[in-house]
């Protein structure tokens, strides 16, 4: 992280590293890709990038080769009045199946994340510490607590898995890495009854939608497309 080896105030080195493998900062001299108009990337320190293209049609393809990185743009949804989120998407090739609640094993193929905002009057201790490293790392685009719908892991459709060292972001498993490559699966999610169902409170507005995919822990190569996305 050249530039930013030193934490703020109130925040140790420790936490920094934390956030940044949670929410990333590309690396110095990193390649970036001709992103899709309107979207922003994150990529983690030392490890190479995804390249993400928009191949017309609303889809963005994704491609990595032992690559890890996060594609989002800001959001404003009023989950009282369109609680949920569809899309489309296709993965032709990707990691194994790995335990997504230990980092350094946690490879999966993709993942659509829904951020939202942080509020320090609900968020505990650890949450507190975490965002004020994500805040030095990304400035007002940090988000507080998010859940990431994931195509990975060897768990069934439905399961939630709570990161390591992370008490403000959830996995929900949607897709498993043994599905069968090369086609089209369209989702859609009641965000608004998961975020209440998993966090036991009324959601926020979502202020962040993002896709992300993991390849480097096991060496992987990654081919995948996703698009469509809509509020209902």
């Known amino acids: 992280m050249a530039g930013k080896d030193r934490a703020p105030p ?3 080195r420790r936490e920094l590293m934390i956030a940044a493998a949670v929410a990333g900062v590309l690396p110095a001299g990193a390649v970036r890709a001709a992103l899709p108009v309107g979207w922003r990337e994150l990529g983690f320190p030392l490890l ?9 049609g609303g889809v963005i393809q994704i491609d990595g080769k032992r690559a890890s990185s996060i594609l989002y743009r800001p959001i404003a949804i009023d989950l009282g009045k369109t609680p949920r ?12 199946a790995t335990d997504l609640a230990i980092r350094g094993t946690d490879d999966r193929a ?7 905002p942080f509020d320090p009057a609900t968020a505990n201790a ?15 685009a940090a988000p507080g607590r998010s859940l990431h719908y994931v195509w990975g892991s060897g ?3 439905g399961s939630v898995i709570r990161p390591a060292k992370t008490t403000a972001h959830r996995f929900v498993i949607l897709r498993p890495a043994s599905e ?7 989702e859609s999610v009641d965000v608004a009854a998961d975020y209440r169902r998993i966090f036991g409170e009324s959601p926020p507005r979502a202020v962040q939608l993002a896709i992300s995919s993991d390849g480097d822990d ?7 497309a996703i698009g469509g996305f809509r509020w209902d």
Request: no cysteine; hydrophobic share 45%.
């Open 155 to 157: 768990l069934p459709r």
């Open 110 to 116: 993709l993942a659509v994340i829904i951020g939202f």
């Open 126 to 140: 650890a949450e507190r510490s975490q965002h004020r490293a994500m805040r030095f790392l990304l400035g007002r």
């Open 218 to 224: 096991t060496g992987s190569i990654v081919h995948a």
């Open 10 to 12: 109130g925040v140790s």
């Open 180 to 186: 069968l490559p090369g086609m089209w699966h369209t």
């Open 85 to 96: 989120l569809s899309w489309r998407w296709r993965v032709d090739s990707g990691p194994p």
């Open 48 to 56: 190479r990038a995804n390249r993400f293209d928009d191949i017309g």
